[in-house]
């Protein structure tokens, strides 16, 4: 089962960050970037969800291929630092946030867990998250609940690189999945209105 979380690793890019108020003052672009074959269809659906429900411009990236660098051969997967690290390297022309989506199996490290599988991974204030289909189809889910999920977990992930931390009401779409997913099928997909204030300007 994949958790949402960020690693302390990840969480020093926040210390003496900007107020959210003047990050988002101009309408923020979003690069969706494939890693691997992905469902060109899934791409589409993605950036229109985006535009919808946040006042962004998201720009479709070429796809390329997964970079061997992430590879984690024992278990078969990638590791999703690795991937944030090739994402930043790509860059994307024009986009202040790159969005790595991939149906490859991810994992991160989690305490003294070293690799553990997860939905997706996110740089909380920074520049890039990715998330992976591989784990949403858990209890039997349907096409259509799988993309739901997908929607849901990109939106986690993109707020959290505008610097939203996970929240604690139910049904928040910042809340997070310790308890697998049946988290990410509460709510509706929005934030709580805690959440919103945090991000003015930017959700709609």
């Known amino acids: 089962m994949g958790f949402f979380f960020e690693t302390q690793r990840w969480r020093t890019w926040v210390l003496g960050s900007l107020l959210l108020g003047p990050l988002i003052a101009n309408e923020p672009v979003l690069g969706l970037r ?115 999920r997908m929607r849901r977990v990109v939106r986690h992930e993109v707020l959290h690189t505008f610097g939203l931390e996970h929240c604690p009401t139910s049904g928040c779409v910042m809340e997070d999945a310790q308890g697998g997913i049946a988290s990410v099928d509460r709510g509706d997909g929005s934030p709580c209105q805690i959440c919103r204030k945090q991000v003015p300007g930017l959700w709609r």
């Open 34 to 148: 494939p890693l691997g074959t992905v469902d060109a269809t899934l791409m589409r659906e993605l950036q229109t969800d985006l535009e919808a429900c946040m006042i962004c411009k998201v720009i479709l990236l070429p796809t390329v291929p997964m970079p061997a660098s992430a590879y984690y051969p024992s278990r078969h997967r990638y590791r999703a630092d690795g991937l944030l690290d090739a994402l930043a390297r790509l860059g994307g022309t024009g986009a202040h946030k790159l969005v790595g989506i991939t149906q490859v199996d991810i994992s991160t490290t989690k305490g003294a867990i070293p690799d553990w599988g997860i939905f997706g991974l996110g740089l909380l204030g920074g520049r890039t998250c990715v998330i992976s289909t591989f784990r949403l189809g858990a209890r039997g889910a349907n096409s259509e609940l799988r993309r739901e």
